[in-house]
């Protein structure tokens, strides 16, 4: 299944969330999103700075991956940014992949 790292950071909305309901009940919450689209949670870190979440799912697809992001974002208590992790095996397959780019005033 693909690795995606989903970097959270709460609105002020968001923020009261959490110091009313706590750190466990968010990350069950955040789970339980993962799990309904047929996901996995490996990971689920609290931080702080400009990223208040640090998670690692293992989505079976972009689909699921975007539907997870679209929830949280639609809730208007968080922002998220989604990024997909690719294994070095990945990167040996892009690199025998042929690959036509042109750069910009060239």
């Not at 870190?45 to 640090?54: L, M, R």
């Not at 989505?59 to 998220?80: F, K, Q, R």
């Not at 989604?82 to 025998?96: F, G, Q, R, V, W």
């Amino acid at each position: 299944m693909p690795k995606y790292l989903v970097e959270v950071s709460y609105t002020s909305d968001g923020a009261k969330g959490v110091l009313k309901d706590g750190g466990s009940k968010r990350r069950a919450a955040a789970k339980a999103l993962v799990e309904s689209v047929g996901a996995k949670m490996e990971t689920f870190y609290y931080a702080f700075g400009d990223t208040d979440v640090i998670v690692i799912i293992d989505a079976p697809d972009a689909a699921a991956a975007a539907a997870m992001s679209l929830a949280i974002g639609a809730s208007g208590a968080v922002t998220a940014r989604t990024t997909p992790l690719l294994t070095a095996e990945d990167i040996d397959a892009a690199t025998k992949k042929s690959a036509s780019y042109t750069a910009p005033g060239r």
